[in-house]
């Protein structure tokens, strides 16, 4: 039993205290991103992906019920398990439908609930399961348990990684596939074994239909595991790797053949707006700095933990150049960790909208990046009196700023301000609700969380404010949201709105309740 202690109570604690962390800021979730709610209502609407769609695919001129929003984001009496609803939906999205498979499975084991812990829960169990895959491949890498319990506090607790897991969206999928397929193939260079073959192909096909930006660091993973082997000569091993690595890829074409639609479509997030980025040389620049600065500010306990391990290195560089010449440097680790290095600029000139999601799966490989700095210094240091003591004094340290990190730089995602939005709305939840906008589904689908708190909203454009004069039925007031981005829908100037509203109605007043990225909402009164 002491034995086990020994061997297992560090690396069980770095996962108790991320689990904790990790649960704790789950707690302070207050609201979602409009792709969250997207999560939701693509996996658990039958046959209608979009808000819009709950109205034929037109919401403008129709009342939208409370009941209908809820039948949206749920899973309903009846509508279990609809695995071919899910897949539908996602023939009219722009992503391949495996989480969206396991959201849907979750949410139907909790049929009539609409909550933010179906989505957390699933996505911490994925995030538990990444955080496991990863310790067990810096295990593989370094066989240093203490290393290996590093990287998981400096992955689990940094901003980045936590951001992963509180955003319900299948980035967290992703990452656990990437590490994974990271495992396999340092499998693979221990010692070739071709039952694994059949499993990078599945994890290949797995990542793939979770988002198609997974192909990016499995081809470059994929390429540099073929030249590790051409060096070493491992022709056999590369008769078995290539075609199953090829044959994973290409059964995304028969599983999901929506595919090439979805990444040759002109939309905003499709392949041609990847090439559309990569031909706008002008914004790479802008860009790479952006990524750069996001990467920078949510690793920052691995970056000081880099900088002392280098300053350290600098210093026993003979003990290091001895060390290399005794071939303990484990240079394999190369070959899962420079491909994240050559996908980070890919993806941040390519990436649809610049946001630190589209690198959240690459995060992992810098952390090995990190334990391979501390693999070299362990080997590089001298022989220390109490080495146990001085291992396990360090990776304290490194949970102690891991924590640090945490406490000075919280996850995204949480969105306290939704607590002020939904008090606010509360407060006129019994008046009359209009929606402005021209027909677009993603303001409504943004606004989802505080619609549900009126028994149901008007829809109309900014023509159709005579319209709603049947619906406000006589009203003293009514909360008006009026849907302002240029960029995502309709751009209205609320101003413009106001000033039609006044002169078509005797609707005169008007108060602004609170504005988000997507609508403007007001308090208008006669």
């Known amino acids: 039993m002491r034995e086990f202690l020994k061997k297992y109570f560090m690396p069980a604690l770095m996962f108790i205290i991320v689990a904790a962390v990790c649960l704790m800021f789950s707690c302070r979730k207050s609201g979602m991103f409009i792709d969250e709610i997207y999560t939701y209502g693509l996996s658990n609407s039958s046959y209608a992906p979009y808000i819009t769609d709950v109205k034929g695919g037109s919401a403008l001129g129709q009342v939208i019920t409370r009941e209908e929003l809820f039948d949206y984001v749920s899973v309903t009496e009846g509508e279990g398990f609809d695995f071919g609803s899910v897949y539908y939906n996602q023939t009219q999205d722009v992503h391949p439908p495996l989480y969206y498979w396991l959201f849907n499975m979750v949410c139907s084991l909790f049929p009539d609930t609409f909550t933010k812990w179906t989505g957390l829960g699933l996505d911490f169990i994925i995030y538990m399961l990444t955080l496991l895959c990863l310790y067990k491949l810096l295990m593989r890498l370094f066989s240093s348990r203490d290393i290996a319990s590093a990287g998981v506090i400096l992955y689990g607790l940094c901003l980045l990684g936590m951001s992963t897991m509180l955003m319900i969206r299948m980035y967290v999928l992703l990452t656990?596939?990437?590490?994974?397929?990271?495992?396999?193939?340092?499998?693979?260079?221990?010692?070739?074994?071709?039952r694994l073959c059949p499993l990078i192909a599945l994890t290949i096909l797995a990542g793939l239909m979770t988002q198609y930006y997974f192909v990016f660091y499995a081809f470059f993973l994929c390429a540099a595991y073929v030249l590790y082997a051409l060096i070493k000569r491992q022709y056999r091993a590369l008769l078995w790797f290539i075609p199953w690595a090829l044959a994973g890829a290409l059964c995304l074409l028969l599983v999901f053949p929506q595919c090439i639609d979805q990444l040759f479509a002109d939309k905003l997030v499709s392949g041609g707006n990847a090439m559309?980025?990569?031909?706008?040389?002008s914004q790479s620049p802008q860009r790479l700095l952006y990524y750069f600065a996001e990467a920078r500010h949510g690793l920052k306990a691995a970056i000081y933990v880099t900088l002392i391990a280098l300053i350290a290195l600098?210093?026993?560089?003979?003990?290091?150049?001895?060390?290399?010449?005794?071939?303990?440097?484990?240079?394999?680790?190369?070959?899962?960790?420079?491909?994240?290095?050559?996908?980070?600029?890919?993806?941040?000139?390519?990436?649809?909208?610049?946001?630190?999601?589209?690198?959240?799966?690459?995060?992992?490989?810098?952390?090995?990046?990190?334990?391979?700095?501390?693999?070299?210094?362990?080997?590089?240091?001298?022989?220390?009196?109490?080495?146990?003591?001085?291992?396990?004094?360090?990776?304290?340290?490194?949970?102690?700023?891991?924590?640090?990190?945490?406490?000075?730089?919280?996850?995204?995602y949480?969105?306290?301000?939704?607590?002020?939005?939904?008090?606010?709305?509360?407060?006129?939840?019994?008046?009359?609700?209009?929606?402005?906008?021209?027909?677009?589904?993603?303001?409504?689908?943004?606004?989802?969380?505080?619609?549900?708190?009126?028994?149901?909203?008007?829809?109309?454009?900014?023509?159709?404010?005579a319209d709603m004069l049947d619906y406000l039925g006589g009203s003293d007031s009514f909360v008006a949201y009026i849907d302002i981005s240029e960029y995502w829908s309709s751009g209205y100037k609320p101003e413009e709105i106001l000033a039609l509203i006044a002169g078509e109605t005797d609707y005169d007043e008007a108060q602004l309740l609170y504005q988000n990225g997507l609508s403007a909402t007001y308090v208008i009164s006669k």
């Open 176 to 194: 656990l596939l990437s590490v994974l397929l990271a495992y396999l193939v340092v499998r693979l260079m221990e010692r070739f074994n071709p």
């Open 276 to 281: 559309d980025n990569l031909g706008d040389i």
């Open 314 to 412: 600098a210093l026993l560089f003979k003990n290091f150049r001895a060390a290399a010449r005794e071939g303990k440097l484990r240079p394999e680790a190369l070959v899962i960790i420079l491909p994240a290095f050559v996908v980070f600029p890919v993806v941040a000139i390519i990436s649809p909208v610049t946001d630190q999601r589209y690198i959240y799966n690459i995060i992992p490989f810098f952390i090995a990046a990190v334990c391979l700095l501390l693999y070299w210094l362990d080997v590089s240091l001298p022989a220390l009196k109490r080495p146990f003591f001085w291992r396990k004094a360090a990776l304290l340290f490194i949970c102690a700023l891991a924590l640090w990190e945490a406490r000075c730089a919280p996850p995204q």
């Open 414 to 465: 949480l969105y306290p301000e939704y607590v002020e939005y939904d008090a606010l709305v509360e407060q006129h939840a019994d008046e009359p609700c209009v929606y402005f906008t021209d027909d677009y589904f993603a303001p409504i689908t943004q606004d989802l969380l505080q619609l549900m708190h009126f028994e149901n909203f008007y829809v109309t454009n900014d023509r159709g404010c």
